[in-house]
């Protein structure tokens, strides 16, 4: 399918590398294409970055059927453009709207009407380390219907946001706190995949962790809410008698690309890797007789987050001394030195945008 390119007439700026954030800061183009009942996915086109007008009954406002992807555009030293795993978002991305009943995409068409939108916009990618182009696939639900089904007409899009470095100040270990009342997720439900109202769903429990003096949530398991899942929107990892222990995928966690570059760096490493159940009693336990030595999470924006405080209900427990951990610190180098194209592409996992 061809993908038509309409140029804006005005462009902006980017900001200073030092200045930018993240998620405010857009560029001049967007990606769209719409989808039809009995037509398919259809129109392509990049275009000026701009309003959509929709109708206010559309159903993504009313129902919250949408999904989207998160991932990265990252700038080498010698002034390449890399894409990290990109394909393996867009392979979610469509197991997520199986998920929500909303139609596939062609991965195929969407790299390439992305990596064209990224080269368009190549400007607005930054170069200092950390920082990056961040980018958004987006599908929503736009038929103007208030009857509940699944939709006739969709659209996707792909925005893009330049993002500054996460850790400005170096890796400062986060604290976190564990809800007893909120749950994310529950097996049968939509947690395993990007759906926007998992994140409506957080941010209740997010505000508590904020009043209490934490940055994080963790969430524990909806059946029993004995077993930990995941930590804010990142993958949570353990170093529990020097073995890297994770949980493993319930159906109720999603499965986050650093994640499985976690995983499969660690296995080349020849680390002992377990997938299985923790609960948060082992976790103290393990912490008390000093097994517990690292705890990370893991995800495209942070990348990996070494975490330096657990609260449970009265329950605190202080992991290392402060400072990100030792095997934290080795995934956190070999995963960025990666992206950004200090580092061999020994797994296959880089794309390069010509
Ligand atoms: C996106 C996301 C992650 C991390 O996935 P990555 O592909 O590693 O960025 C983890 N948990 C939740 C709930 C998420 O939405």
């Not at 009943?101 to 990224?118: A, N, R, S, T």
């Not at 008390?288 to 405080?309: D, H, K, Q």
């Given at each position: 399918m061809e993908i038509k390119v309409t140029r804006a007439t005005q462009t902006g700026t980017r900001p200073k590398d030092e200045d930018l954030g993240f998620g405010t800061v857009f560029t001049d183009h967007m990606f769209v294409m719409d989808y039809e009942e009995g037509k398919g996915w259809m129109d392509p086109r990049i275009e000026p970055f701009s309003d959509f007008s929709m109708s206010p009954a559309a159903m993504v406002f009313h129902y919250g059927q949408a999904i989207f992807e998160g991932l990265k555009a990252y700038k080498t030293p010698d002034g390449k453009i890399q894409l990290f795993r990109a394909r393996d978002n867009f392979a979610r991305m469509n197991?997520?709207?199986?998920?929500?009943?909303?139609?596939?995409?062609?991965?195929?068409?969407?790299?390439?009407?992305?990596?064209?939108?990224?080269k368009l916009e190549e400007k607005w990618i930054p170069e200092t380390l950390g920082t990056a182009l961040y980018i958004r696939p987006t599908i929503i639900a736009s038929d103007p219907f208030l009857g509940v089904r699944s939709s006739?007409?969709?659209?996707?899009?792909?925005?893009?946001?330049?993002?500054?470095?996460?850790?400005?100040?170096?890796?400062?270990?986060?604290?976190?706190?564990?809800?007893?009342?909120?749950?994310?997720?529950?097996?049968?439900?939509?947690?395993?995949?990007?759906?926007?109202?998992?994140?409506?769903?957080?941010?209740?429990?997010?505000?508590?962790?904020?009043?209490?003096?934490?940055?994080?949530?963790?969430?524990?398991?909806?059946?029993?809410?004995?077993?930990?899942?995941?930590?804010?929107?990142?993958?949570?990892?353990?170093?529990?008698?020097?073995?890297?222990?994770?949980?493993?995928?319930?159906?109720?966690i999603l499965p986050g690309i650093t994640r499985y570059s976690v995983l499969a760096l660690a296995e080349k490493w020849g680390m002992k890797v377990q997938e299985r159940k923790v609960s948060i009693d082992e976790l103290f336990?393990?912490?008390?007789?000093?097994?517990?030595?690292?705890?990370?999470?893991?995800?495209?924006?942070?990348?990996?987050?070494?975490?330096?405080?657990?609260?449970?209900?009265?329950?605190?427990?202080?992991?290392?001394?402060?400072?990100?951990?030792?095997?934290?610190?080795?995934?956190?180098?070999?995963?960025?030195?990666?992206?950004?194209g200090k580092e061999e592409d020994t797994e296959g996992w880089i794309e390069t945008i010509e």
């Open positions: 197991r997520s709207a199986k998920g929500l009943c909303i139609p596939e995409i062609d991965v195929d068409l969407v790299m390439d009407g992305m990596k064209q939108l990224i006739f007409t969709f659209k996707f899009f792909i925005i893009l946001s330049s993002v500054g470095a996460y850790y400005a100040q170096g890796l400062n270990p986060v604290k976190i706190w564990v809800s007893k009342d909120h749950v994310r997720a529950v097996r049968g439900g939509v947690g395993e995949f990007k759906t926007a109202g998992n994140y409506a769903a957080s941010l209740l429990a997010g505000e508590k962790a904020k009043e209490e003096g934490y940055v994080q949530v963790m969430w524990l398991d909806a059946l029993e809410m004995k077993y930990i899942e995941e930590v804010g929107a990142m993958n949570i990892f353990f170093i529990i008698n020097g073995e890297l222990v994770t949980p493993d995928l319930s159906g109720s336990e393990a912490h008390e007789n000093g097994t517990l030595t690292e705890v990370f999470g893991s995800g495209t924006a942070a990348v990996i987050s070494p975490v330096g405080e657990i609260r449970y209900g009265d329950r605190v427990m202080n992991i290392g001394d402060g400072t990100p951990g030792e095997t934290s610190m080795k995934f956190y180098d070999a995963l960025t030195g990666i992206q950004y």
